[in-house]
């Protein structure tokens, strides 16, 4: 019986993926699998690979080889928009002429939600991100930070299947990362979703990950947690990355 049990079944399994540009190969047998529930990170250094990666797994970018599994189905040939997968990106760009309440209620009236299911969508996750208070306010008079987390809410209301975070907090100042990245990591724990997520920050993966998958030059270097990562590096540059 090869039925897939699940309970077991991964949210997210790839299977020696590659993708070359004009010869040149941005990843190369790529192999991991993402547990649901948890929140994976990719590290590794600009040109790496990562955003290649997470554009293969949303159906942005079509691989030259291997298979993507999202909650055990294969994803060869569909559409970004049946992947039930939601992509995070560091310019969350917020509609300027709606307040706080309309942008995060956007993905939900396009999929013809209820209000009342819809408005309470929206503060229950404007509260566990703290912005209950700028609901009402347009972009323009929100600070950086404000205008990040409803940018964050927006995407968060969803319940996809899998979320793919791409640098997501990069443009921020050092203080304000570290609050978000600890709000993300509290968020994804406490609903249960299920994040991968691409940084070239050695110091935010080692804080908020369960899984760290080292990439360099589109392949992998090694898969362990944060700690085994640190303590027992693949090699040489692995340890000069995530070492100090």
Same mark, same amino acid.
């Given at each position: 019986?090869?039925?897939?049990?699940p309970?077991?079944?991964?949210?997210?399994?790839?299977?020696?993926?590659?993708?070359?540009?004009?010869?040149?190969?941005?990843?190369?047998?790529?192999?991991?699998?993402?547990?649901?529930?948890?929140?994976? %990170?990719? =590290? /590794?250094? &600009?040109?790496?690979?990562?955003?290649? +990666?997470?554009?293969?797994?949303?159906? @942005?970018?079509?691989? #030259?080889?291997?298979?993507?599994?999202?909650g055990?189905?294969?994803?060869?040939?569909?559409?970004?928009?049946?992947?039930?997968?939601?992509?995070?990106?560091?310019?969350?760009?917020?509609?300027?002429?709606?307040?706080?309440?309309?942008?995060?209620?956007?993905?939900?009236?396009?999929?013809?939600?209820?209000?009342?299911?819809?408005?309470?969508?929206?503060?229950?996750?404007?509260?566990?991100?703290?912005?209950?208070?700028?609901?009402?306010?347009?972009?323009?008079?929100?600070?950086?930070?404000?205008?990040?987390? %409803?940018? =964050? /809410?927006? &995407?968060?209301?969803?319940?996809?299947? +899998?979320?793919?975070?791409?640098?997501? @907090?990069?443009?921020? #100042?050092?203080?304000?990362r570290?609050?978000?990245?600890?709000?993300?990591?509290?968020?994804?724990?406490?609903?249960?979703?299920?994040f991968?997520?691409?940084?070239?920050?050695?110091?935010?993966?080692?804080?908020?990950?369960?899984?760290?998958?080292?990439?360099?030059?589109?392949?992998?270097?090694?898969?362990?947690?944060?700690?085994?990562?640190?303590?027992?590096p693949?090699?040489?540059?692995?340890?000069?990355?995530?070492?100090?």
């Amino acid at each position: 019986m090869n039925a897939m049990n699940p309970i077991t079944t991964p949210a997210l399994s790839i299977d020696c993926l590659g993708k070359t540009f004009q010869g040149v190969a941005a990843l190369e047998d790529v192999s991991f699998a993402v547990p649901k529930g948890a929140l994976t %990170v990719v =590290l /590794g250094a &600009a040109g790496a690979g990562k955003t290649t +990666l997470l554009r293969a797994i949303a159906g @942005l970018e079509r691989p #030259d080889a291997g298979a993507i599994h999202i909650g055990g189905k294969d994803m060869a040939g569909r559409e970004p928009r049946d992947r039930d997968v939601a992509m995070i990106f560091d310019n969350l760009a917020l509609y300027p002429d709606k307040t706080g309440f309309d942008n995060i209620a956007n993905p939900l009236r396009i999929r013809g939600m209820e209000k009342g299911v819809i408005e309470a969508a929206v503060k229950d996750i404007a509260a566990r991100l703290k912005i209950a208070h700028i609901l009402n306010r347009k972009p323009k008079t929100m600070s950086g930070g404000e205008r990040q987390r %409803v940018a =964050l /809410g927006r &995407a968060l209301v969803r319940t996809p299947a +899998l979320f793919l975070l791409d640098e997501p @907090l990069s443009s921020l #100042d050092a203080q304000l990362r570290i609050e978000l990245r600890a709000e993300l990591r509290r968020l994804q724990r406490s609903l249960g979703y299920t994040f991968l997520m691409a940084t070239p920050d050695f110091a935010e993966a080692m804080a908020i990950a369960d899984t760290v998958i080292m990439l360099r030059a589109g392949k992998v270097v090694q898969i362990a947690d944060p700690q085994t990562l640190y303590d027992e590096p693949a090699d040489r540059e692995v340890a000069r990355f995530v070492g100090a």
